[in-house]
């Protein structure tokens, strides 16, 4: 098994893992309940530092996993960052990267945008990542399958995902 070394690293080094990209850019669109500075003396990146591997040129850390410090709005203005430096990706990195945005999404959203996301999750996260969702097998509509995964009624459910269907498609 591999190691994994903790590194203070500064922040400008730090990029998005190409295969993390597409998850990445859909959790700087995610508002969190609570506000990005409420815990100053509990640094969220010391208690889940970002996982990183070394860019093949030894100049960059490319960041997969646990990048809540990362996105603009809880950007620290320190400029040093605690990461977990992975000599290698053992498992998928696209896959962890949309695992990670699933567990943003169960633990801290914004209750009045929380199954707008889940729907847009449900609609952009690749199928090999949504197949190992347990989900129900009568249907597959968005709305159902939100249904399936939220705990509220069918009528704020169907006003989102009509909602974020229709800005998805433009009307």
Not at 36 to 44: F, N, Q, R, S
Not at 51 to 80: A, C, E, G
Not at 123 to 145: F, G, M, Q, V, Y
């Amino acid at each position: 098994m591999a190691t994994v070394k903790i590194k203070h690293v500064q922040l400008r080094c730090c990029n998005i893992h190409p295969e993390a990209k597409a998850a990445y850019a859909f959790t700087t669109a995610l508002t969190f309940q609570l506000k990005a500075g409420w815990g100053k003396t509990l640094i969220l990146g010391e208690v889940s530092p970002p996982w990183v591997i070394v860019d093949p040129d030894n100049q960059n850390y490319l960041v997969f996993n646990h990048w809540k410090t990362l996105l603009p709005r809880r950007r620290n203005s320190d400029s040093m960052l605690k990461v977990m430096v992975w000599p290698i990706a053992e498992t998928g990195i696209e896959e962890l990267a949309w695992r990670y945005v699933a567990d943003l999404l169960d633990s801290s959203i914004h209750r009045e945008s929380v199954l707008y996301r889940l729907a847009q999750f449900i609609d952009i996260a690749p199928e090999h990542i949504l197949s190992k969702l347990r989900h129900p097998r009568k249907s597959n509509s968005l709305e159902t399958l939100c249904r399936f995964y939220a705990d509220e009624s069918r009528s704020p459910i169907r006003m989102k995902v009509e909602k974020y269907l229709n800005e998805r498609d433009g009307e």
